[in-house]
């Protein structure tokens, strides 16, 4: 698993399909997060988190090469996994901008 993890600012914005509001929305950071952390991290969340992450990720799959919208409580549990586990903050990923995870 990776300990280090950052926000990627992007030179030219990132497109994620968002199936919800049958749309594309445009990102200009980003973080990379290995399948496996992702998927302990999708463990960690409670029920409400989960039904939100789904509501923006409608049946995308989590697997290497998957790009997914970010939204403020996915940051909320992207942090505190990676502070309880790793003893690591992600404090740039705390200030309520938009952002896309890619599964690495």
């Known amino acids: 698993m990776n300990r280090k993890i950052e926000m990627i600012l992007e030179p030219s914005p990132v497109n994620v399909s968002h199936d919800t509001y049958r749309r594309e929305c445009q990102y200009t950071r980003g973080i990379h997060i290995e399948e496996q952390e992702f998927k302990a991290i999708l463990a960690t969340m409670c029920h409400d ?23 403020s409580g996915l940051a909320r549990n ?4 990676y502070k309880t586990t790793y003893d690591v903050e992600i404090t740039e990923l705390m200030n309520g901008k938009d952002f896309y995870v890619k599964i690495i």
Do not use: A
């Open 78 to 81: 992207i942090f505190d996994y």
């Open 49 to 71: 988190s989960r039904l939100y992450f789904d509501f923006h990720n409608p049946r995308k799959e989590i697997k290497q090469g998957t790009y997914l919208n970010g939204h």
